[in-house]
C-alpha cells in the first residue's frame, strides 16, 4: 500500500487386549473465531484452512446494493463440530455446508456456521454463503486516516481492502496467513467492466447486464482481491519480457494521469523481474479509477489499485509488492515492514536503476530529513502496533534497514538474498525471523545487532 501523497491426529487408546488397539478419534469441536492475529484477533478462522471461493457478486451502483454467494472449499484441520466465518454488515439469507442447508449464528462480525454433523480433520467441505446488503467502507486511523474497502464511485465500486475490509464484501477467513486461489464472477450493468484478480476467462452480455469472470490460480490474501466496477478504458498486450498485462483506466483519467501507466507497468514488472525473481502471477496491470476519498493505491494481486496515478514511483511500490506482500504475505501484521519497507526500497532500487540517485542517498536523505528527537524514531518497526501499522517509519525505516543490511553485507550477498527470499516463501507466509535467518545463512554474518537496532529498537540509530 502506497500513501498517495494441532490438535495432533487421535490420541491412540489401548485396549484390554493386548493384540487390539483402537483409535478414539478427538471429540469435534468448535474451530477458534480469530487465527491468532494480536492486531486483529478476531480475523481469520480456526479450525480449517480456506483453499478456493468462488466469489459470485451482482452489484446494482445505482441502490448501492451487492447480492453475493460465496462457495468455499476449505480443508478441516481439526474435527469440527462448527466453524466461523468473518463477515461484517452484510446479511446471510441462506448458509449451506456440502450441498445441506446448515445453522447459523451472529455475533459481531463473526459467523458461526453449524453443520448437520461434525466434519473430520483432514477432509475437505465446502461452505455456501448466501447473503446481501449495501456495503459501506471502512474508516479510522488505520490507513492513514482514509476511508478504504469497498468504496462506491460516480460510476461503480473501487475495491482495496487492506487490511482488514475484504469481509465487509464477501465472507471469508480474513487474514493473510490462510490464502486460497479464486474464481470471481461478476455481474453489473450493461457498458460496465468488472475488474479483478488474475486472468479474464469470459465476459459477455445477456439482458442489461454484463458478466465477469475472472480466475485467480495462485494463492492470494483476502485483502487482495478485488471487484472493481466501472466505465474503464482497457489495454492488453505483453510487456516486453513476456507477461501478460492487463490495464483499465477510468477514461475520465485519460488527461490527468501525467504518467504512462501501461509502459510503466510493464517496465517494472520486468525489471523487478530480474531483481527479485520470476514475477510470480500469471498476469501484471493497473486499475486505475477515480475515486478521490481513497487517499491510497493498493497492490491488488496481478493488477494494483491506484485512485488516480501522480507519478512512477507509485507504479514502482505497488509492482515491488507483488513479490513482497502478495507472493511472500506477512504471518501476522505486525510483520507489515516486510511488505511496506521492500517496497519502500524497491522505490530507492528504481532511482538507482534509473541514474537519479543511489540507494545509499536516498536513505542519508531519509536518515537527515527528522531529527533524532521526530516521532519518527519511536515507532517499533518490527511491531509497529495496529492503529500505527502503516507510520511512515514502517515504510522509510523499513527502507532504511535493507540498505544498511545491503552496506553491511554487500551488493553480492543482498542481491542473492532478495530472490532467495522470493523463491523460498513463494505463494506463503514468513516472518520477520525467517528474513533475520536467511540474511544471516546467504551473507555468513552474525546480523543480530543490526536487525535489533533497526527494527526491534526504538530511537534514531546512529550511523
Ligand atoms: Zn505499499
Known sequence: MALSRSARLGTLATAAASFLVIAAAPAPTAGAPGIGDPYFPQLGNGGFDARHYALDIAYDPDSGRLD??????????????????????????RVEVDGRRAQFTRDGDEVTVTPRRALAKGRDFTVTVTYGGIPEPLGGPIVFGSKYGWMKTADGVFVACEPNAASTWFPSSDHPADKATYDIRIKAPKGLTGVSNGRLVSTYDRGDATYTHWRENRPMATYLATATIGKFDVRTGRTPGGTPIYVAIDPVLKNSNNVD??????????????????YPF?????????MPEAGFSLEVQSKPAYSAVRN??????????QWF????????????????GFATYAQWLWAEHQGTRSAHDSFLAAYNARPADAAFWQIKVADPQRDTMFASAVYQR???????LRERIGDQAFFKLLPTWTRLHRYGNADTADFVRLAERISGQQLDDLFDTWLFTTGKPSL
Open 398 to 404: 523499513g527502507a532504511m534497514t535493507l540498505q544498511a
Open 68 to 93: 453475493g454467494r460465496t462457495t468455499l472449499t476449505a480443508r478441516a484441520t481439526q474435527n469440527l463440530s462448527s466453524f466461523d466465518l468473518d463477515l461484517q454488515q452484510l446479511e446471510i439469507t
Open 282 to 290: 500469471e498476469e501484471t496491470g493497473a486499475i486505475v479509477d477515480d
Open 325 to 340: 506482500g502478495d507472493s511472500v504475505s506477512v504471518a501476522q501484521w505486525k510483520d507489515i515492514w516486510l511488505n511496506e
Open 312 to 321: 512512477e514511483t507509485t507504479i514502482v511500490h505497488e509492482l515491488a509488492h
Open 261 to 278: 501507466v501501461y509502459a510503466v507497468t510493464a517496465a517494472a514488472t520486468d525489471y523487478w523481474s530480474q531483481v527479485f525473481g520470476p
